[in-house]
């Protein structure tokens, strides 16, 4: 310690400590330091009451339409002709590749024939023909890359930026930044597929250190938020006696115990259930519904998983035509095993994708074209997403695709985005993203910009960190803007 007392130590510290806080101005004029954070003023009595962006946006709501199990980007929206012309033979450069599963085999022909589509002449596979229709809606991002080969860590980094638990879901972190037009139902629903949750279940719509009240609410057409209705046996004046009594007493907990998010989302969570006794009845009701509109989604279908599909895409459309802020609407189940119910198509992927093509193709289809027909679509963004993509080759010893990071392709539309445009590519067989390739923090960077939102000052302050949606990475990716 002697030395921190010696004068010619004290003044070169001293000199060095002056000359850092001079450089630190100078690149603060120049704006060369990181922005700083930017918060949103909640009032925790309030946390789903409508919040200013940071810039004029483009959209006002999202909806994200997640394929669980990581759909073939090679069999549906990513045409290669030469995979075509090298069917079943050696993948050049791939010699004793593996990937997640194992050993890989010859390359293989999509299992679909690719068409041109629409007036753009869009290459779309016949595996989703419905939606193949709506390719000039499309903003096809072909050079999508994800950090893990692994459902979980790359469903979750798809959903949360991260591919570790306990980061806040995508859609906790919008309504954290904007909360919701609409006071009477939650800012952020999550709706299930008919056969279940994906395999992250609940991790997809949390909000981790987020405050509480920003978690999504799980719901769907066949399963509506249970315990909303009033027992018979209890009077709606004593039903709302009671419901005073309970404000007065937590109000008066919360008095004592300032900044406590856990209580104020638990109290802001009983109000939102008594408004919704009445709205979310009505919203998940889907009685009222033309024969014409039910048969565009297909909800009447004799296939009972895409009637329930269809069904979960109107309650979509309806929950975003209320002002809902974020929708999640997941396509796949996790839990009946490897492919049976999902796009993990690693053994038999003509007979499983057979399956789950006409569930989701139909139904989605008609949400997009709903959504224009409704004026929805001029400010409402639509993602299509899912984990990762999948080989140009098939498994060794098997009829299916391993899993692909590297290289595979989402689509956007709606809001902000330029429409029958493609950005990216991957290499010639659909393996790599080998031009303008992007990352999932891109893409968040991107759906947080067409929200009015700057990725990166939009953080919240946990355990010393500033912790962001896209961590430290990330831009947007502007060539797809409108």
């Known amino acids: 310690m002697n030395h921190l007392l010696n004068r010619r130590g004290f003044l070169s510290r001293t000199l060095s400590g002056l000359s850092s806080i001079a450089l630190a101005h100078l690149l603060s004029q120049d704006r060369l330091l990181a922005a700083s954070p930017l918060r949103p003023a909640i009032d925790p ?29 090679v069999d549906t929206f990513d045409y290669k002709p030469e995979l075509i012309k090298r069917h079943d033979t050696p993948m050049p450069g791939a010699e ?7 050993a890989n085999g010859n390359l293989i022909k999509p299992i679909a024939e690719f068409k041109p589509r629409g007036q753009s002449g869009k290459m779309v ?7 193949a229709e709506l390719a000039d809606e499309m903003c096809f991002i072909h050079s999508m890359t994800g950090k893990s080969n692994t459902h979980g860590p ?19 972190w919008v309504t954290y930044a904007l909360g919701s037009e609409n006071q009477e139902l939650p800012a952020f629903v999550a709706i299930p597929d008919p056969r279940g949750v994906p395999q992250n279940g609940p991790r997809h719509w949390n909000s981790a250190f987020l405050p509480a009240s920003f978690q999504g609410t799980a719901f769907s057409a066949q399963r509506a938020i249970p315990n909303l209705a009033r027992p018979a046996e209890i009077t709606p004046e004593a039903d709302r006696a009671t419901r005073e009594f309970l404000r007065r007493l937590n109000d008066r907990h919360l ?10 989302a638990r109290i802001s969570s009983y109000e939102l259930a008594a408004r919704m006794q009445l709205s979310a009845a009505e919203l998940s009701d889907l009685s009222g519904e033309s024969p014409a509109t039910r048969a565009l989604y297909g909800a009447d279908d004799s296939n009972v998983n895409k009637a329930g ?8 459309r309806r929950l975003l035509e209320k002002g809902v802020r974020f929708v999640q609407l997941f396509n796949g189940s996790y839990a009946m095993g490897e492919g049976v119910g999902n796009w993990d198509g690693h053994k038999k992927i003509v007979d499983q994708y057979a399956v789950h093509a006409p569930i989701l193709d139909q139904p989605a289809a008609a949400l997009l074209k709903d959504l224009k027909a409704r004026g929805l679509l001029k400010d409402t963004l639509v993602a299509f997403v899912t984990e990762f993509g999948r080989m140009p080759t098939f498994q060794k010893g098997a009829n ?7 290289g ?3 689509w956007l539309a709606g809001a902000g985005v330029k429409r029958a445009y493609s950005h990216g590519a991957t290499d010639e067989f659909g393996h790599m993203a080998v031009q303008d390739v992007t990352t999932i923090y891109d893409l968040h960077a991107t759906i947080l910009h067409l929200l009015g939102l700057d990725h990166e000052r939009l953080s919240f302050y946990n355990n010393g960190v500033e912790r962001r949606l896209t961590d430290v990475h990330g831009h947007v990716i502007r060539p797809v803007l409108a």
């Open 154 to 172: 790359a469903e979750s980094q798809m959903g949360t930026g991260f591919t570790l638990d306990g980061f806040p879901s995508m859609g906790s």
């Open 255 to 264: 008095e004592k115990n300032p900044g406590d998010s856990d209580l104020s």
């Open 408 to 410: 595979f392709t989402v």
């Open 125 to 131: 596979s016949d595996l989703l023909p419905n939606l």
């Open 400 to 406: 299916g695709r391993d899993h692909n990071p590297k």
């Open 96 to 102: 004793g590749l593996v990937t997640f599963q194992g």
């Open 45 to 73: 009595s309030r946390p789903y009451a409508p919040r200013p962006p940071h810039f004029e946006p483009k959209a006002k709501r999202v909806l994200v339409i997640f394929c669980s199990g990581a759909l073939s980007h």
């Open 309 to 316: 599909f269809a069904k979960n895409c109107i309650l979509a």
